[in-house]
T-cell receptor
């Protein structure tokens, strides 16, 4: 089945860019998502990218997709302390389910 | 748009009792709703997928008689944890998707923290 991997932790300084990476195994995945989870809360959809796209930008967020390498990344420009959270990569499967990575904890230091 | 609510946000119950958690899509019709469970510092584990008007499809290892799911309308799904035990304590999150969106994007509720004493 589909396997989605993320690094567990990333620490950056306020104002720097953050890059969170994700790799997956199922090349037939159609949509790939990034969600943000703050402590004690549900998942907030940040953005998603269709598999025939290489890049998508939405304000401070840039998503890059390398379909050949099955690699997805989320870049947050000018990272703020309010960006501290857990970020989940989610990959659609052919069953309609979402397969999530383990989540990357982003720590933003002032 | 695409707001999903859950109720209650937090519940504490005694061992052996049943607890019902509601998941509502507030501004869209959700033909499919998903129920997840999340343990501390872990990812989400899909428990079941429910389609309006039909029986839920449970993931392997999830007891359907223990976790009863009902999706009676296009805006409401419920999860009932029957005869709860301390090991059922967890964070339960629902999500909803609509066929009106090509992407099948799932919109998540805020979660329900269940503590079984």
């Amino acid at each position: 089945g589909e396997d989605v991997e993320q690094s567990l932790f990333l620490s950056v300084r306020e104002g720097d860019s953050s890059v969170i990476n994700c790799t997956y195994t199922d090349s037939s995945s159609t949509y790939l998502y990034w969600y943000k989870q703050e402590p004690g809360a549900g998942l907030q959809l940040l953005t998603y990218i269709f598999s025939n796209m290489d890049m998508k930008q939405d304000q401070r967020l840039t998503v890059l997709l390398n379909k050949k390498d099955k690699h997805l990344s989320l870049r947050i420009a000018d990272t703020q302390t309010g960006d501290s959270a857990i970020y989940f990569c989610g990959v659609s499967s052919n069953t309609g389910k979402l397969i999530f990575g383990q989540g990357t904890t982003l720590q933003v230091k002032p | 748009g695409a707001v999903v609510s859950q109720h209650p946000s937090r519940v504490i119950c005694k061992s052996g009792t049943s607890v019902k958690i509601e998941c509502r899509s507030l501004d869209f019709q959700a033909t499919t709703m998903f129920w997840y469970r999340q343990f501390p510092k872990q990812s989400l584990m899909l428990m079941a997928t429910s389609n309006e008007g039909s029986k839920a499809t449970y993931e392997q290892g999830v007891e359907k008689d223990k976790f009863l799911i009902n999706h009676a309308s296009l805006t409401l799904s419920t999860l009932t944890v029957t005869s709860a035990h301390p090991e059922d304590s967890s964070f339960y999150i629902c999500s909803a998707s609509t066929p009106q969106e090509i992407s099948d994007t799932q919109y998540f509720g805020p979660g329900t923290r269940l503590t079984v004493l």
